[in-house]
């Protein structure tokens, strides 16, 4: 059981956490014909999209109700009013996600409201979802705006169905990369059933050519397969903060539901497979138990590095908990934890203290570490203290194909456990010739 700080500091040094206006934006860009609009200043959402760029290197489809001095004191419904209408012509969304943040929500905006009426001067649009979230940025981070984004889209758009045998809803974390999501559908697939992502990164941000330019999201999950959630016979919570929108399928439409916070590592892959197996009535396919041997003579390769090596961490709570288990799983010691928002995980960490902080704190924990995993934002922290830095989370602007990158399943611990076992590598060896310097 780990005990949980919070510095009691009276700002912040160097931010970890991204805004949960960041995080909604991103699951909203998960589905199909999608528009994100953020209520708020043009700047709050330049901000976000700037992040978004460089950290996929896509085109990014962002708009703003772009909210001034004035129309923040008398007001904000006209903006949203006529944001949407000029989306509506000039976009063409199939589903627009209406995101609050830290401007709109200190004014106290009626958001609930100001829609209510939209709908009311607005009969002819009746037809096109709007998905509104709160998600101010003075509190929270980005995993949370994801995940209040998440239980919106499923309040809303599902519809009541027939369970249609072998079909089941997977409702993805911020923890997960397209390339991760797209590894998860293949596995579920295998097995025989028919997987409905929510939201679908791999659809949209995974990095394809499309034929022509759109000006909203080319792929996703579609309003189609949103409305059929409601018939699925089972729902895959992957990742702690999935649990709220699992459980509000429950309320809504029966759906019993199973929350897995690791995809890493051999025995969460393991117990990945054998639910799969038991839920389909189907075996293990050989290609996965192929992979498993794979992995274990990877860990046998690999194990050598990771024993007794000291690893602090800087991530988001999800992606914490499940690159903390998978680090012990290999003989790694945990030096440091800072995460950027409360979860249930944090307490039931295998390790001494997490810390809810910022980079200050978390490059004075990381002092004497082998090796820092966070954000680009890590290495000017790994450079000072000279010390390795293995790249995750968001944003990743110094490295290419974040979009792909896979760490779940048997060949994505593979990947991974090949990644950061060179490091600790190179900086073996690294050693070695500066001893060797010396020495001459």
């Known amino acids: 059981m780990a005990k949980v700080v919070t510095p009691n500091k009276p700002v912040i040094v160097n931010p970890l956490k991204q805004s949960q206006t960041l995080g909604a934006a991103l699951a909203f860009l998960g589905l199909k014909g999608m528009m994100p609009l953020l209520h708020g200043s043009q700047g709050c959402t330049a901000f976000a999209k700037v992040i978004l760029v460089r950290h996929f290197r896509e085109a990014i489809p962002l708009s703003t109700t772009a909210m001034t001095e004035v129309s923040t004191i008398l007001g904000g419904e006209e903006n949203v009013e006529q944001a949407i209408l000029t989306l509506v012509q000039k976009s063409q969304p199939e589903i627009i996600g209406l995101c609050t943040t830290g401007l709109t929500e200190t004014r106290g905006d009626d958001m609930d409201g100001i829609l209510k009426d939209f709908r009311k001067r607005h009969p002819e649009l009746d037809e096109l979802p709007i998905v509104l979230v709160s998600s101010p940025d003075f509190k929270g981070a980005l995993q949370d705006g994801f995940a ?19 079909q089941v809803t997977i409702l993805m974390s911020s923890a997960f990369t397209p390339g991760d999501v797209q590894q998860i559908k293949e596995i579920v697939s295998t097995f025989g059933l028919i997987p409905i992502v929510v939201p679908d990164l791999s659809a949209s941000l995974d990095g394809h050519l499309d034929d022509s330019y759109s000006p909203i999201t080319g792929g996703g999950t579609t309003l189609v397969q949103l409305h059929k959630v409601g018939s699925s016979v089972y729902t895959l ?60 003579d990877a860990m046998l390769d690999t194990h050598f590095y990771f024993g007794r090596k000291k690893v602090s961490l800087a991530l988001e709570p999800d992606l914490l908990w499940s690159t903390v288990y998978f680090l012990q799983s290999m ?110």
């Not at 249930?344 to 490059?363: A, H, M, N, Q, R």
């Not at 290419?400 to 456990?417: A, D, I, P, S, W």
């Open 148 to 166: 209040a984004a998440v239980e919106s889209i499923v309040k809303e758009v599902p519809q009541p169905g027939e369970p249609k045998a072998q």
């Open 237 to 296: 919570a992957l990742g702690e903060s999935m649990r709220g929108a699992a459980k509000i399928l429950e309320q809504k439409f029966g759906t019993p539901y199973d929350v897995f916070t690791e995809l890493t590592g051999l025995e969460a892959v393991d117990k990945f497979m054998q639910f799969l197996a038991n839920l389909s009535g189907t075996a293990v396919p050989e290609k996965y138990r192929r992979q498993r041997r794979q992995l274990q």
């Open 331 to 440: 003989g790694a010691e945990i030096q440091a934890a800072v995460t950027t928002t409360r979860s249930p995980l944090l307490e039931k960490l295998p390790i001494d203290s997490v810390t809810i902080g910022d980079f200050e704190d978390f490059e004075n924990l990381a002092v004497g570490s082998d090796l820092l995993i966070g954000n680009s934002h890590t290495q000017a922290i790994a450079k000072r203290l000279g010390i390795p830095l293995y790249r995750q989370g968001i944003p990743i602007f110094d490295r290419l194909g974040n979009g792909q990158f896979t760490k779940v399943g048997y060949r994505g611990t593979m990947e991974l456990l090949f990644d950061i076992g060179n490091l600790f590598l190179h900086a073996e060896e690294t050693k070695v010739r500066d001893r060797d310097v010396q020495g001459d």
